[in-house]
C-alpha cells in the first residue's frame, strides 16, 4: 500500500543553536497521506514550539469522504492541563472531501517549568486509534515562578467534597491509568466468579494504605487494607465486586450486605456498601505530582444505590462511557497517568 506522510512548518520558522526548528508565531501542520482510511499514520518525528503557540493538525487522506477525527492528548513531560488554553486537550478534526484541520492553543502559563512534551493520538468513531503517537516539544519561555509539584499529602481537592474518610496507596506496578491497572488482572465486568482461590482470596491479594489522613468512620480503616476484584467465597458467577475494603468475600453475599460491607463496584442489585456507617457516595481518586488529586469515578453506595454501577455496568474495564459531572466515570479513569490511587466517602 502506497504511503507519502510529510510534515509542514509554515512561515515564520526558525533553527535554533541546537539544530531544532521552532514553528515561529503561526503553526505546525501534520499531513497524512494514505490511499485507505483505517491506515492512516501519524509520523514519529518532533516539532518544536513555544508556549502561547497554536498547535494545527491537517489531516490528509484518501479516498475522499466526510467524517470527524479527534486528536486527544494521551500524556506528558512536566504538563497539566493549565498549559492549554481552555482545559481544550481535545479538539476535533473535521474531514470534508478528505481534508481537514484542528487546533488547539497552549497557553503562556507564566510558570517556568522546563521543556514538556506533548503526546498527540488521532482517533475516529468508527476506526478508533489511528497510526502512532504524534510528539511535539515544547520550549519554556516563562520566566515567573517555578510552577508548584504536588505531594500526596496535599488533598484539598479530596477535602473539597466534604468526605468522612479518604484512604490512599501507590498504585501498584508503577506509573499507569487507573484502567490500565484494574484491567491487568484480564477480569471483565461480565466475569463470572467461579470460586477459585484466586476469587477467593481476590486477585490482587490484600493491599494496605499508604495513610488514611481523613477516618471520622472506619470505612476503609476496620481492615485496613485494600482488595481489587473480591469473590463471596463460592462459585456464585455475578457475586463479586471491583474493590472490597470491608470483611473478606463481602461476609458471602455483596448485594446482601451492601448496606453493611464497604465495597465499591459491587454485584447486582448495588453499585457499592455502605460498610454499616451511613455513607452514601463513594469516590475514586487519581493522584499524579502535576495536578495533585483528580476525581477519576463517582458512584452511589448502600441498598438504594441501584446497578447502574455495579461491576457489569459500571464501565469499569473498558475505556469511554465517561461524564463531566455527577455519577460515574471521569476521562482521567482512562487516560491519566497516576503515581497513587485514593478512595473516599461521605454523604455528597
Known amino acids: 500500500m502506497k504511503r507519502k506522510n510529510g510534515l509542514i512548518l509554515s512561515s515564520g520558522t526558525s533553527t535554533d543553536d541546537l539544530g531544532r526548528t521552532s514553528a515561529g508565531i503561526s503553526e505546525i501542520t501534520e499531513i497524512f497521506y494514505n490511499t485507505l482510511w483505517p491506515s492512516v499514520n501519524i509520523i514519529n518525528s518532533q516539532a518544536f514550539i513555544n508556549e502561547g503557540q497554536t498547535i494545527s493538525i491537517k489531516l490528509i487522506a484518501v479516498p475522499d469522504g466526510t467524517y470527524t477525527a479527534t486528536a486527544n492528548l494521551v500524556s506528558?513531560?512536566?504538563?497539566?492541563?493549565s498549559d492549554f488554553q481552555s482545559n481544550l486537550t481535545t479538539f476535533s478534526i473535521v474531514v470534508s472531501s478528505g481534508v481537514g484541520t484542528g487546533t488547539t492553543t497552549l497557553a503562556l502559563d507564566g510558570f517556568t517549568e522546563g521543556t514538556e512534551v506533548i503526546n498527540f493520538t488521532i482517533t475516529n468513531s468508527v476506526y478508533a486509534v489511528i497510526g502512532t503517537t504524534q510528539n511535539y516539544t515544547v520550549s519554556d519561555i516563562?520566566?515567573?515562578?517555578?510552577?508548584?509539584?504536588?505531594?500526596p499529602s496535599a488533598y484539598s481537592t479530596v477535602s473539597a467534597t466534604s468526605p468522612s474518610a479518604f484512604s490512599y496507596l501507590a498504585i501498584p506496578?508503577?506509573?499507569r491509568t487507573f484502567l490500565n491497572y484494574i484491567t491487568s488482572f484480564g477480569v471483565v465486568g461480565s466475569s463470572s466468579n467461579t470460586g477459585s482461590t484466586?476469587?477467593?482470596?481476590?486477585y490482587s491479594g490484600n493491599i494496605g494504605y499508604t495513610a488514611s489522613p481523613i477516618a471520622t468512620n472506619n470505612y476503609f480503616t476496620q481492615y485496613n487494607r485494600v482488595q481489587f476484584i473480591a469473590g463471596d467465597g463460592t462459585a456464585d458467577a455475578l457475586d463479586w465486586a471491583v474493590i472490597n475494603f470491608g470483611v473478606a468475600n463481602g461476609n458471602n453475599d455483596f448485594d446482601g450486605n451492601a448496606p453493611v460491607n464497604a465495597h465499591f463496584g459491587g454485584e447486582d442489585t448495588t453499585s457499592g456498601g455502605a460498610g454499616g456507617v451511613g455513607v452514601t457516595v463513594g469516590r475514586i481518586w487519581g493522584f499524579s505530582a502535576s495536578l495533585g488529586w483528580t476525581l477519576l469515578y463517582q458512584l452511589p453506595l448502600g441498598s438504594s444505590s441501584g446497578n447502574s454501577y455495579n461491576h457489569t455496568n459500571g464501565a469499569w474495564f473498558a475505556s469511554g462511557t465517561t461524564v463531566s459531572t455527577g455519577n460515574g466515570k471521569r476521562l482521567a479513569y482512562d487516560t491519566l497517568t497516576i503515581t497513587h490511587v485514593g478512595f473516599s466517602v461521605g454523604t455528597s
Do not use: D, R, V
Request: aromatic residues 12%; hydrophobic residues 30%.
Open 76 to 81: 506528558g513531560n512536566f504538563l497539566n492541563i
Open 142 to 151: 516563562s520566566t515567573g515562578a517555578t510552577e508548584p509539584i504536588y505531594t
Open 173 to 175: 506496578g508503577g506509573s
Open 198 to 202: 484466586t476469587w477467593n482470596a481476590s
